[in-house]
């Protein structure tokens, strides 16, 4: 039994019980490539693009094109959940707690999945025909948010610097394009200088949430998203946005994701599943119990960019 319990006695001034602030479960599964799988691990292949040649003249041979092929390797890691809710404790307490606890659980595990795809965008990705391969994220695919001279938060120029990105890789256009930011980035675009007073309006309506979709990619808001690492050596030309080895001397900017829906892959080997049972061993307590198998990968590098953002 939790021993938080307690806060929930009928002695308490309210029967109610209040879900605090925290994010209700996933908000990246419906914007990445989503397959089931079974087994540890599976893979996922993939063409590259082809060239013709030109016929040298009447009845020539044949020509052979070798169509490149290549794959990514997806493995699972198992998540579960569980608490006991002692029978004594139903008593004391007004309200029923159990569906309460799943639902608490459930969450948690929409968070841990929006967590592997985070991971998974700039992981390291396995490739080749057993995964043996390790493809890691490149620099070129960062841009480092500026003002033209020096670092900044989310601004109009950095969404251009990461749509150029996808657009001088021929990503498809057609293609469902997102951004993970997190409020800091979209309160930043706000103050921009270089907001037309079309753009503002957009951009006052994400803030509002009248609109999530602005200079092409929906936004997508999550606090998930990571910081760059000390040890992860990125320096940035804040002239340019480029990105290369180094010092880091972005060490703490958030790294907001840019990606086209196929980019990042997201395997399931079980569904977030819900038992409740009974222990016999714990004195017949009502235990609720939450498991999920999840894995993913990046699918091709040109279809994620990752835009470095100074919150300070």
């Known amino acids: 039994m939790s021993v938080q319990i307690t806060e929930a006695m009928v002695e308490q001034f309210s029967a109610n019980v209040l879900m605090l602030s925290q994010q209700r479960g996933t908000r990246l599964k419906m914007c990445v490539r989503s397959e ?4 540890k691990a ?11 040649v030109k016929k040298v003249g009447r009845h020539s041979n044949t020509p052979q094109i070798d169509t490149p092929h290549s794959r990514r390797m997806v493995t699972l890691e198992d998540y579960e959940w569980a608490d006991l809710i002692d029978q004594q404790d139903k008593i004391r307490i007004i309200q029923e707690p159990t569906s309460e606890y799943v639902m608490a659980a459930m969450w948690s595990m929409g968070r841990a999945m929006d967590d592997e795809v985070i991971l998974a965008a700039t992981g390291i990705a396995r490739a080749g025909e057993s995964g043996a391969t390790s493809i890691a994220f490149p620099l070129a695919q960062y841009y480092a948010a500026n ?3 020096n670092s900044a938060n989310m601004s109009v120029e950095t969404l251009r610097g990461l749509k150029q990105k996808f657009d001088a890789a021929d990503v498809m256009e057609e293609e ?13 675009l706000l103050g921009d200088n270089n907001l037309t007073s079309s753009d503002y309006n957009s951009v006052k309506a994400l803030v509002d949430g009248k609109v999530d979709t602005f200079m092409g ?3 997508i808001r999550t606090e998930r998203l990571p910081t760059v690492l000390i040890g992860e050596g990125l320096d940035a030309d804040f002239s340019d946005g480029s990105v290369a080895a180094g010092t880091s001397d972005t060490t703490g900017f958030r790294k907001c994701i840019a990606w086209a829906k196929s980019g990042l892959l997201l ?8 038992r409740i049972t009974e222990r016999d061993d714990k004195s017949y307590a009502v235990q609720p119990y939450v498991s999920m198998s999840v894995g993913a990968v990046r699918m091709e590098e040109v ?10």
Request: glycine share 12%; proline share 2%.
């Open 36 to 39: 089931s799988q079974k087994g």
């Open 42 to 52: 599976a893979f996922y292949d993939r063409i590259g693009a082809v060239d013709p």
């Open 147 to 149: 003002d033209g001279t």
């Open 176 to 188: 469902e394009r997102y951004l993970a930011v997190g409020s800091s980035q979209i309160y930043s």
């Open 217 to 219: 990619f929906k936004f």
């Open 267 to 274: 395997s399931i080997g079980e569904e977030m599943k819900a």
């Open 303 to 312: 279809r994620v960019a990752v835009a470095l953002c100074n919150e300070g």
